[in-house]
């Protein structure tokens, strides 16, 4: 029998129970409700937790531009269950978690700078290897390329 894999190459959970997927069953505590998750969409926001500690501790600043998400009062009703416990702030915490939002312009710049400098160090690393193999090769050394670590095809 082959279990159904995900994309990140992880097993999915296919148990059921009583007819509930086991994702379904066992609600995983940082999953934000549809609701909140619309009310940020329509507002072309971006959504991740945050350490609220560690936030607060910096000033009330993050390095990547996120800030605590306060949700509407609309929204708030929509929610079938209470998404807050005892905390009627309108910030949704887990923990020392809280949601976290930022515009989606923003993250597309910082994907486009993280996808660069993947770029760049990609880069410097193929020209030092290639770098390398010229050295051997004026030296006479012979090397053995190990299958899945070669880049260039020789």
Sequence with gaps: MSVPIDK?????QTT??????YDEFFQNRLVVPKAILDEMESHNLDHRWIDIKRYQEEGNFHRTHWKPYKVSDATTKKVELDPFGS??????????LVLAARHK??????????HKRNLRQSAF?????EELRSLFKAAGVKTKVVE???DDGQ
């Design 16 to 21: 059921t129970i009583t007819g509930k997927n």
């Design 148 to 150: 899945g670590y070669d």
């Design 105 to 114: 312009d923003i993250t597309a710049v910082h994907k486009d700078f993280i």
């Design 125 to 129: 690393s193929k020209e030092k290897a």
């Design 8 to 12: 990140k190459g992880k097993p999915k």
């Design 87 to 96: 905390d009627n702030s309108g910030y949704l915490r887990r923990g020392s």
